[in-house]
């Protein structure tokens, strides 16, 4: 009978780790440092050993273990392979094949936002729902879209790329993924502070944003402090955030859309401005779809892996 899972989410920096019972219920979490030089060969040798050794340390029976669940940094297909993962300094690696031989355990394995989206709907802002997108602001636009409890991973490992849908042609840069206009390039922290700096120096309009650092939580909480200048620029953010979800919708039509990363961090305010644009763009049947915090912050992917294998 099997007793424990292990949940992992591989990360540029670090490793988080979750030893988890298979009702869900986390039992041990701990991080160890990622080791990306040398292409990061350390990388999965190094996650074997701190499973091993929680194995060990814990007295586990291995023949109790349903498996390891990993979510990491880039693109992974329904056989376990990741062609690339910048992050990691990683170029092709099979991933569950070479966890399995390194542990001899069964390994499932998948990227890291989908991951997280499939926490979210387990444990977390998506609970209850089978149909969810999960949508992470932070340095970049994460997401993640699980369709009847599973997760759309696509033929390329590259299912539920939302930060990388087309939104706009008035940018003259390029994103990170080589295209330009791209959601992550005016939805993320860095997105939100780019649109701050443009409507900034647009005109000489009053703002306290004039007399702060910028960043995405200075414009939230100049708008909480109902800062005209941060109202536009908010009001900006929701359109493409809202435009972009509502066509998702027309594809996905799902249960629930749960916004998560570090911008969420301004609340249930954030969620305004993205449901009035979404509400007007969205397909009639889809306009009252919900949307939610998520709830389980940076663990989002460790429970997300040990779902992977329960």
């Known amino acids: 009978m099997k007793k424990y899972c292990f949940g992992i989410d591989v990360g540029g920096t670090t490793v988080k780790c979750g030893l988890f019972d298979v009702k869900g219920t986390v039992l041990d979490k701990w991080e160890i440092k990622t080791r990306t030089e040398n292409n990061g060969c350390n990388i999965l040798p190094d996650v074997a050993d701190t499973i091993s050794d929680k ?3 814990k007295n586990l029976d291995r023949d109790e273990i349903a ?10 297909n329904e056989e376990g392979e990741v062609p690339a993962a910048v992050n990691l300094h990683w170029g092709y690696v099979h991933l569950v094949d070479q966890m399995e031989r390194l542990t001899g355990l ?9 991951v997280a ?3 979210e709907m387990w444990k977390g ?3 209850g729902y089978h149909n969810v997108v999960l949508v992470t602001l932070g340095t970049g636009v994460g997401g993640g879209i699980i369709n009847n409890g599973q997760i759309v991973t696509g033929t390329h490992g590259a299912g539920g790329e939302i930060g990388h849908i087309h939104v706009t042609d008035s940018l003259d840069v390029n994103c990170n993924c080589g295209n330009c206009g791209c959601l992550e390039q005016v939805a993320s922290a ?18 306290v ?3 702060r650092n910028l960043s995405a939580k200075s414009v939230f909480d100049a708008v909480k402090e109902g800062d005209a200048v941060a109202v536009e620029i908010a009001e900006e953010f929701g359109h493409y955030l809202g435009t972009a979800l509502a066509n998702v919708a027309g594809i996905t039509d799902p249960d629930i859309f749960v916004i998560g990363g570090g911008v969420s961090k301004a609340g249930p305010i954030l969620l305004e401005f993205i449901q009035k644009y979404y509400k007007q763009y969205a397909f009639m049947a889809c306009k009252e779809t919900p949307f939610a915090l998520a ?4 663990d989002a992917g460790i429970y997300g892996a040990a779902k992977l294998v329960l």
């Open 55 to 57: 194995i060990r340390e």
């Open 67 to 76: 498996g390891i669940g990993l979510g990491v940094p880039g693109p992974v």
């Open 106 to 114: 069964n390994v499932k394995a998948g990227n890291d936002a989908n």
């Open 117 to 119: 989206a499939l926490g």
């Open 125 to 127: 802002g998506g609970a």
């Open 190 to 207: 860095t997105g939100i502070t780019f649109l701050a700096k443009r409507r900034l120096e647009k005109d000489d309009a009053p703002s």
């Open 209 to 211: 944003l004039r007399r």
């Open 295 to 298: 709830e389980l912050g940076n």
